[in-house]
């Protein structure tokens, strides 16, 4: 990969964040930053704009990932990636509204991450 594409992960669980920072940084992409809130997903953004993001949908102390993700959309296009571990049908028709968005289910499995990272990306270019 030339050009190393940016990453923020937005994850509440520590050890989630520590797992997918590893994964994705072995995989050859740079993390912008692992918060843990709705509200430092937000500042991280206009900090350190990435060129995607993981979203955790269920965030503690927090407006939830697809709130989060809604007010990204104001100002931002960047494709994002909901992880999650549910799928009815509330979250899903929710999701479903919001442009450039992808779910993956939880637990993650690597190849499922980079695969979709990777097609994702391209597409996006």
Known sequence: MEDKKKILIVEDEAINAMYLGRLLKSSGYEITGAVATGESAIASVEENCPDIVLMDINLRNSIDGIEVTKILREKYKFPIIFLSG?????????????????????????KNLTDLLQEVLANHA
């Open 86 to 110: 549910y799928d009815d049908q509330e979250i899903l028709s929710r999701i479903g509204s919001i442009l450039n968005t992808w779910k993956l289910n939880k637990p993650i499995v690597e």
